[in-house]
């Protein structure tokens, strides 16, 4: 993300030198610049003073570089590697030390407030103190310049800030000291602190008709005085009152955000673009939010890594999945949400889930298992047919993964894996029946699909949905460092068309690491949100289907005056629910905030105190959507359970088990009808960027009290519908099961005898299908038999009694069911 800077002449000349290995051989440096030949010291720097995400991942090979400075006298100095030395800019990240290599005390350090991703921090420092700098290698272990410059300290105008409450309040001049930081680089600012006695909804404007026609700047930080600030807010030109000289534009300020109680908030106008004196207004609005959490600590999830919430034994409830080393802990949801803690040791060596973890039942067992994505390859972990051990398989292929998923490509009813590619097109393996893997590269294996096929990757998030509701999936990609985002249209035919530019969403520049997607104003198709992780702000695109013709229509970017252009948080994970379950999707993103949909295509920001996003799901079968999110302080993982308090909206939650279909019903469309209209929701695995969520579909109503209909669009083209279901519960869908026997798409084979006690025939209709197996699911969608003898009698009398649905699969991968009953 990029910063202004204001950087200090140097004047000393570039000091070739490498630091060395640890804090104890840190070497001595002095003003001037510096050379960092690689990040490869064997001292990791912690605590981590700049920890927005996290410690260096294992399988990086955590390395640090150590230098220390000891000041000549009382300076303000800058440290940065957003120097021209750095062309194009390097992603790196620093902290800062006092104290002693056995008690290190952060002082400043700094990720990504530099131009292209690089670091930059400033901070007083006192003379004869020892100050310990050291590079890490969270996102490079490449070589760099970095300049450390002096300067004279000016009085922190924190110290002499105004104290002020609610009211106006009149700005003489500004004329103060200011310090520079992401949200504010003028020379001279007027500095106010304001402390809240309670929680609500703060406004701060100078949108005053007696401002009118001038030029404010607002800037709002939070830290201790003297010391480290956070920048909160900053607004430009957010007033609405015109300058009365015929500009149509106001320069006035107006900014609205939560505060909390007995913190200390710094309010700071400066002079960026005038000196004048104004008038400002302080008021303060009660906080209502659409839901309302509980948060609970559960200490014994001790996951090192992402985190997932999935039902993992089958029983339909939503179970919590961690992941350290070797070692899957379930937390299996019971009664009332209780939960009971599993360890399941896992034998060998597997690639940790430092950039994503997905699940789904990949072996069609009836229990899910995961997809653990690394920066240098993926492990799946497979249960067995009891869910009671997990076996570990590695493939091998090198993929700096990003988000991974679970999805059918080739709808042959067996779950594949994608993942995207940060440096290399994008990957996938096809899952051959057998639960065996086949590896591709889209553009470079023979016969691969075109799922992302720019060289340098830049792939962080795929998202798989049905965006032109022609019953298959589509692939969306998020793209970060330049390339656009891209829409692929699956025509159903294995081939993949990149539509990008047809559908308009080709915008540049664009920063994304996820978005959301979801059919955000209830009109049947699915919109889009890119989100913003920098550089650029959310874009919000509406899906303009037309299904009576043959054109591609393109999305219209409707972003202004949506509610998404006022949100000026970034972050990597955004993800689309219905939170407050009243029948409008939700966005979920950066900012400690949720964006309620209002209607209309309009959300509010409603902000959610140390709440982040995670992985999402309904830990206590409330209806309502959960949150678990890790929370790191000093490079510790604290993991959060935030519960949502039922409000007074109902909802239904629908669990699909594929027959014909993959066992998860991923990529199933939903569609529900009631005096609402229409909503609809696709099975996805893998949403945002990181996280693992629920398998399970949402659905808010609102005050609703009836739902005319459910329809469930399988993958393999079955539908089922329901009629006039009942609120608040869960309905537990089977593939195929409101069908008749006569109902299923048995024009190419037929079965004999049905009902039947020994064994089954099965007779083919169409003499130029051959088949290639067959298999038996019973009614909860687990696999009971399988056989590649399909010319011969299958035998079915240990079958308890019962229905059951007979699958067969021809030479081209297609699918056939028929029901049949046991007797």
Same mark, same amino acid.
């Given at each position: 993300?990029?910063?202004?800077?204001?950087?200090?002449?140097?004047?000393?000349?570039?000091?070739?030198?490498?630091?060395?290995?640890?804090?104890?051989?840190?070497?001595?440096?002095?003003?001037?610049?510096?050379?960092?030949?690689?990040?490869?010291?064997?001292?990791?720097?912690?605590?981590?003073?700049?920890?927005?995400?996290?410690?260096?991942?294992?399988?990086?090979?955590?390395?640090?570089?150590?230098?220390?400075?000891?000041?000549?006298?009382?300076?303000?100095?800058?440290?940065?590697?957003?120097?021209?030395?750095?062309?194009?800019?390097?992603?790196?990240?620093?902290?800062?030390?006092?104290?002693?290599?056995?008690?290190?005390?952060?002082?400043?350090?700094?990720?990504?407030?530099?131009?292209?991703?690089?670091?930059?921090?400033?901070?007083?420092?006192?003379?004869?103190?020892?100050?310990?700098?050291?590079?890490?290698?969270?996102?490079?272990?490449?070589?760099?310049?970095?300049?450390?410059?002096?300067?004279?300290?000016?009085?922190?105008?924190?110290?002499?800030?105004?104290?002020?409450?609610?009211?106006?309040?009149?700005?003489?001049?500004?004329?103060?000291?200011?310090?520079?930081?992401?949200?504010?680089?003028?020379?001279?600012?007027?500095?106010?602190?304001?402390?809240?006695?309670?929680?609500?909804?703060? #406004?701060?404007?100078?949108?005053?008709?007696?401002?009118?026609?001038?030029?404010?700047?607002?800037?709002?930080?939070?830290?201790?005085?003297?010391?480290?600030?956070?920048?909160?807010?900053?607004? @430009?030109?957010?007033?609405?009152?015109?300058?009365?000289?015929?500009?149509?534009?106001?320069?006035?300020?107006?900014?609205?955000?939560?505060?909390?109680?007995?913190?200390?908030?710094?309010?700071?106008?400066?002079?960026?673009?005038?000196?004048?004196?104004?008038?400002?207004?302080?008021?303060?609005?009660?906080?209502?939010?659409?839901?309302?959490?509980?948060?609970?600590?559960?200490?014994?999830?001790?996951?090192?890594?992402?985190?997932?919430?999935?039902?993992?034994?089958?029983?339909?409830?939503?179970?919590?999945?961690?992941?350290?080393? &070797? !070692?899957?802990?379930?937390?299996?949801?019971?009664?009332?949400?209780?939960?009971?803690?599993?360890?399941?040791?896992?034998?060998?060596?597997?690639?940790?889930?430092?950039?994503?973890?997905?699940?789904?039942?990949?072996?069609?067992?009836?229990?899910?298992?995961?997809?653990?994505?690394?920066?240098?390859?993926?492990?799946?972990?497979?249960?067995?047919?009891?869910?009671?051990?997990?076996?570990?398989?590695?493939?091998?292929?090198?993929?700096?993964?990003?988000?991974?998923?679970?999805?059918?490509?080739?709808?042959?009813?067996?779950? @594949?894996?994608?993942?995207?590619?940060?440096?290399?097109? !994008?990957?996938?393996?096809?899952?051959?029946?057998?639960?065996?893997?086949?590896?591709?590269?889209?553009?470079?294996?023979?016969?691969?699909?075109?799922?992302?096929?720019?060289?340098?990757?830049?792939?962080?998030?795929?998202?798989?949905?049905?965006?032109?509701?022609?019953?298959?999936?589509?692939?969306?990609?998020?793209?970060?460092?330049?390339?656009?985002?891209?829409?692929?249209?699956?025509?159903?035919?294995?081939?993949?068309?990149?539509?990008?530019?047809?559908?308009?969403?080709?915008?540049?520049?664009?920063?994304?690491?996820?978005?959301?997607?979801?059919?955000?104003?209830?009109?049947?198709?699915?919109?889009?949100?890119?989100?913003?992780?920098?550089?650029?702000?959310?874009?919000?695109?509406?899906?303009?289907?037309?299904?009576?013709?043959?054109?591609? +229509?393109?999305?219209?970017?409707?972003?202004?005056?949506?509610?998404?252009?006022?949100?000026?948080?970034?972050?990597?994970?955004?993800?689309?629910?219905?939170?407050?379950?009243?029948?409008?999707?939700?966005?979920?993103?950066?900012?400690?905030?949720?964006?309620?949909?209002?209607?209309? &295509?309009?959300?509010?920001?409603?902000?959610?105190?140390?709440? !982040?996003?995670?992985?999402?799901?309904?830990?206590?079968?409330?209806?309502?959507?959960?949150?678990?999110?890790?929370?790191?302080?000093?490079?510790?993982?604290?993991?959060?359970?935030?519960?949502?308090?039922?409000?007074?909206?109902?909802?239904?939650?629908?669990?699909?088990?594929?027959?014909?279909?993959?066992?998860?019903?991923?990529?199933?469309?939903?569609?529900?009808?009631?005096?609402?209209?229409?909503?609809?929701?696709?099975?996805?695995?893998?949403?945002?960027?990181?996280?693992?969520?629920?398998?399970?579909?949402?659905?808010?109503?609102? #005050?609703?009290? +009836?739902?005319?209909?459910?329809?469930?669009?399988?993958?393999?083209?079955?539908?089922?519908?329901?009629?006039?279901?009942?609120? &608040?519960?869960?309905?537990?869908?089977?593939?195929?099961?409101?069908?008749?026997?006569?109902?299923?798409?048995?024009?190419?084979?037929?079965?004999?005898?049905?009902?039947?006690?020994?064994?089954? &025939?099965?007779?083919?209709? @169409?003499?130029?299908?051959?088949?290639?197996?067959?298999?038996?699911?019973?009614?909860?969608?687990?696999?009971?038999?399988?056989?590649?003898?399909?010319?011969?009698?299958?035998?079915?009398?240990?079958?308890?009694?019962?229905?059951?649905?007979?699958?067969?699969?021809?030479?081209?991968?297609?699918?056939?069911?028929?029901?049949?009953?046991?007797?």
């Amino acid at each position: 993300m990029k910063r202004n800077l204001l950087l200090f002449s140097l004047l000393v000349s570039l000091q070739f030198v490498n630091a060395q290995q640890t804090c104890d051989t840190a070497l001595p440096i002095t003003a001037g610049i510096h050379l960092v030949n690689a990040v490869d010291g064997s001292q990791v720097p912690q605590p981590l003073c700049e920890d927005q995400y996290g410690q260096v991942p294992s399988e990086d090979n955590p390395a640090g570089k150590w230098y220390t400075y000891t000041p000549t006298g009382n300076f303000t100095v800058t440290v940065t590697s957003d120097i021209a030395a750095n062309t194009p800019r390097r992603d790196t990240r620093f902290h800062v030390y006092s104290g002693n290599c056995s008690n290190l005390i952060c002082v400043s350090g700094d990720d990504d407030n530099g131009s292209g991703l690089s670091s930059t921090a400033s901070f007083d420092v006192a003379q004869g103190t020892i100050y310990y700098i050291a590079w890490d290698n969270r996102w490079t272990s490449n070589g760099f310049s970095f300049s450390l410059s002096e300067a004279p300290i000016v009085p922190n105008p924190c110290l002499t800030a105004t104290p002020v409450t609610t009211g106006i309040t009149t700005v003489a001049s500004i004329n103060g000291n200011n310090i520079i930081t992401s949200c504010s680089n003028a020379s001279a600012a007027k500095w106010y602190s304001y402390t809240a006695n309670g929680n609500s909804n703060l #406004t701060i404007t100078s949108d005053l008709p007696q401002n009118i026609c001038k030029d404010t700047k607002l800037s709002v930080y939070t830290g201790n005085c003297p010391g480290v600030f956070t920048c909160v807010t900053s607004d @430009d030109n957010s007033g609405t009152i015109q300058c009365n000289n015929g500009n149509t534009n106001s320069f006035l300020s107006k900014k609205t955000f939560e505060v909390q109680s007995g913190v200390t908030y710094y309010i700071v106008w400066d002079n960026q673009w005038s000196s004048e004196g104004f008038d400002f207004q302080i008021t303060e609005q009660a906080i209502v939010r659409p839901v309302n959490y509980n948060t609970q600590l559960v200490s014994t999830i001790n996951s090192s890594y992402d985190t997932c919430i999935v039902d993992m034994n089958g029983d339909n409830l939503d179970d919590i999945v961690g992941v350290s080393g &070797n !070692n899957l802990k379930i937390h299996y949801q019971g009664a009332n949400g209780n939960l009971s803690i599993v360890n399941f040791p896992i034998t060998g060596t597997s690639k940790m889930p430092s950039w994503s973890i997905v699940a789904g039942d990949y072996n069609k067992d009836g229990f899910n298992d995961l997809v653990l994505g690394a920066g240098n390859g993926l492990s799946l972990w497979k249960s067995n047919t009891t869910g009671t051990e997990y076996t570990s398989v590695t493939p091998g292929e090198y993929i700096f993964c990003q988000r991974t998923n679970f999805v059918d490509l080739n709808n042959d009813g067996n779950l @594949d894996i994608f993942s995207c590619h940060d440096i290399d097109p !994008n990957v996938y393996y096809l899952n051959d029946g057998n639960a065996g893997l086949q590896y591709f590269q889209s553009g470079i294996s023979p016969g691969a699909y075109m799922l992302g096929i720019t060289e340098g990757g830049g792939n962080y998030a795929s998202l798989w949905t049905d965006y032109d509701n022609d019953g298959d999936v589509d692939l969306f990609i998020s793209k970060c460092s330049g390339p656009p985002s891209e829409l692929h249209r699956n025509d159903g035919n294995g081939i993949f068309t990149d539509i990008s530019a047809i559908a308009e969403i080709d915008v540049t520049p664009v920063q994304s690491w996820s978005s959301a997607v979801a059919d955000f104003d209830n009109d049947g198709d699915m919109d889009i949100v890119i989100g913003s992780n920098g550089s650029t702000g959310h874009m919000f695109f509406r899906n303009d289907l037309d299904k009576t013709n043959n054109v591609e +229509e393109p999305f219209a970017n409707i972003t202004l005056g949506s509610g998404l252009d006022l949100d000026p948080s970034d972050n990597r994970d955004y993800i689309a629910y219905d939170f407050d379950n009243d029948g409008l999707v939700d966005i979920m993103g950066g900012g400690n905030k949720i964006l309620f949909n209002k209607g209309d &295509n309009v959300f509010e920001s409603v902000s959610y105190p140390q709440i !982040n996003v995670g992985a999402i799901g309904d830990l206590n079968n409330d209806g309502f959507l959960d949150i678990l999110d890790i929370v790191v302080l000093n490079n510790q993982r604290f993991p959060y359970v935030r519960y949502a308090i039922p409000n007074e909206n109902n909802w239904l939650k629908i669990t699909t088990k594929g027959i014909a279909s993959n066992s998860n019903g991923i990529g199933a469309r939903i569609e529900i009808y009631g005096a609402w209209g229409k909503q609809i929701r696709d099975v996805r695995s893998g949403e945002g960027f990181e996280f693992g969520s629920t398998l399970n579909t949402h659905f808010g109503l609102g #005050t609703a009290t +009836e739902i005319d209909q459910v329809v469930v669009k399988w993958p393999s083209g079955t539908v089922d519908t329901f009629e006039n279901v009942a609120i &608040n519960q869960t309905l537990n869908v089977v593939e195929g099961a409101t069908l008749s026997n006569q109902n299923f798409n048995n024009g190419v084979f037929a079965i004999y005898p049905n009902p039947v006690k020994e064994t089954i &025939n099965i007779q083919l209709k @169409d003499n130029t299908i051959t088949l290639n197996n067959a298999q038996i699911f019973d009614i909860n969608g687990k696999r009971v038999i399988s056989t590649n003898n399909v010319d011969q009698p299958i035998n079915v009398s240990q079958l308890a009694n019962g229905s059951y649905i007979l699958v067969v699969t021809d030479s081209d991968t297609k699918s056939y069911s028929q029901k049949f009953i046991k007797e």
